[in-house]
C-alpha cells in the first residue's frame, strides 16, 4: 500500500508540475501584460510584456512597487476587503519607467491567500485607441461644421440674390443709379454673394498632423 500510495504521490506531482508548466508558458507567451501583487502593492510576478509595457528590463519588476507605475493598483489592495474577491476593470493613466506616460486598461481581481490579499492583473496599452477616439470626434466635429457653414452660406446667397433683385429695380429709377449710395449698396452686395460662394476644402484634402 505504501509503495502504491507513493506512486500516486508522484504522478500527482508530476500533474500537477506539467499543468503549471503549461500555464506559466501561456503567461510568459501572453501579448497582454499580466502582473500578480503582494498586500503592499509589491509585485510578486511579472511576464515579459508586463516588463515591455512599463519599459523595464526584463526581470526587474519582481520585488518593485506598482506605486511607481501604476498608483490606482496600490489604491485598489488598500479599499478591498480581506474576505470576498474583488473583481472589476479600470481605465486609469499609467507611467513607464522613462517617464512616459500612457492610457492602461487594467482588468483586475483580488484573492485572499494564508499571506494576505493578493492581486492579479491584465494590463494593456490603450493610448492608440483613445487617439483614434479622439481623432474621429475631430473629424465628426470639422464634418458637422462644414454643413452648418455651408447650410449659413446658402441661406446667406438666397438674401444677396433678393438684394441684387431690388438693386436692379431702384436702379431703373431715373437719378438713383448715379448716386454714390446706389453704387455702394452694388458693391456691399456684391462683396458678401462672394463671401458666401468661397468653397470650402473638402474633407478628404485635410492631413492630420501629429504633436506632442
Known sequence: RSVQYL????????????????????IESSPAAIITLDSNGRVEMANNAAHELLA???GSLPGASIAE??????????SA?????????TNCRGRRANGESFLACVWFATYPTRSGQRLAAILADA???LRDWQETSLQSL?????????????????????????H???GRIEGVAQTED?????????????????ELQAPGEQEIGRVN
Not at 446706389?182 to 468661397?198: D, E, F, H, M
Request: net charge neutral; hydrophobic share 40%; with cysteine.
Open 7 to 26: 506512486r500516486e504521490l508522484r504522478e500527482h506531482i508530476d500533474r500537477r508540475k506539467e499543468v503549471e508548466g503549461q500555464l506559466q508558458t501561456l
Open 56 to 58: 523595464v528590463p526584463q
Open 69 to 78: 507605475y501604476l498608483p490606482v493598483m496600490v489604491d485598489v489592495l488598500q
Open 81 to 89: 476587503g480581506n474576505d470576498a474577491p474583488y473583481r472589476t476593470a
Open 127 to 129: 493610448s492608440e485607441d
Open 142 to 166: 470639422l464634418r458637422s461644421t462644414r454643413v452648418l457653414v455651408g447650410s449659413v452660406s446658402h441661406e446667406i446667397r438666397n438674401v444677396c440674390a433678393a438684394i441684387s433683385v431690388v
Open 168 to 170: 436692379a429695380n431702384l
Open 182 to 198: 446706389y453704387a455702394a449698396l452694388g458693391t456691399l452686395a456684391q462683396g458678401l454673394s462672394r463671401l458666401a460662394t468661397v
